[in-house]
């Protein structure tokens, strides 16, 4: 089997007429950890989209698992999503209505992972980003910060093969963030996730694998 989990090839798409990116060449492995920076608005969220499987290409190829998927409906698509991807939205957004503990538990409880089991991993991912004693408080009750790590747990707690965070870093102190990276890097290289992280930071080191740099379109390897 390849060691890639996630390519793009010559990928484009335009948004309300304008070229966001244009020709994007990507490709993901297992256990890879690689980020994406560039300045507001240049198409970082459509990039995420497009490899979280939540945006369809306009021309080029999105390969997942070995397996062209540009041309699967979009419920075969949200199948994937389900059991393969985990997506940090920029605007980590939480169901309002349940607890922090029941936002990271939906998951798997749309996977149909017993109550036990759902209870001990919720629990165990909570603890590694310090957001166990706010398991209870409902996400208006949270910080920013904590919302951000709320959602970023609902993502990693079923183990998927690729992780999209887009901005999870964005509310996070340089500490929290250093520690955020290093857990989920030590889960890429333990499970083997492909992860794709973006940043509107185009300065401060990040010990990644891989960088690129998105900008007029194009998305170019940083040396
Ligand atoms: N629904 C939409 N309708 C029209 N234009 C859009 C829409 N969504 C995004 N765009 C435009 O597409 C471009 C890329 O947007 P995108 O959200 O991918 O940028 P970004 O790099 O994620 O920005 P940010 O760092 O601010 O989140 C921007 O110029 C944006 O204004
Ligand atoms: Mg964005």
Not at 73 to 98: F, S, T, V
Request: glycine share 6%; with cysteine; proline share 4%.
């Amino acid at each position: 089997m390849s060691s890639i989990v996630v390519s793009l090839r010559a990928v484009s798409k335009a948004i309300g007429g304008d070229t966001v990116l244009n020709g994007v060449d990507l490709e993901i492995g297992f256990g890879q950890v690689i980020l994406v920076r560039g300045k507001s608005g240049v198409g970082k969220t459509t990039l995420a989209k497009i490899v979280a499987l939540l945006l369809k290409p306009d021309k080029g190829d999105v390969v997942f698992l070995s397996k062209r998927v540009n041309d699967l409906a979009w419920d075969a698509l949200a199948d994937l999503r389900l059991r393969y991807i985990g997506y940090i939205d920029q605007l980590c957004k939480l169901m309002p209505n349940i607890t922090a503990f029941e936002n990271i538990e939906l998951p798997l409880k749309i996977l149909g992972i017993p109550k036990r089991e759902r209870i001990e991993r919720v629990h165990e991912v909570a603890s590694l980003l310090n957001i166990k004693e706010k398991l209870l408080r409902y996400p208006n009750e949270l910080s920013g910060g904590e919302r951000q790590r709320v959602a970023i747990a609902r993502a990693l707690v079923k183990k998927p093969r690729v992780v999209v965070a887009d901005e999870p870093f964005a509310h996070l102190d340089d500490e929290t963030m250093r520690t955020v990276l290093e857990y989920v890097k030590q889960l890429a290289k333990h499970n083997s996730m492909a992860v794709l992280i973006t940043t509107t930071d185009l300065y401060t080191p990040l010990d990644v694998d891989e960088e690129f740099v998105l900008e007029s379109g194009v998305l170019r390897k940083k040396s």
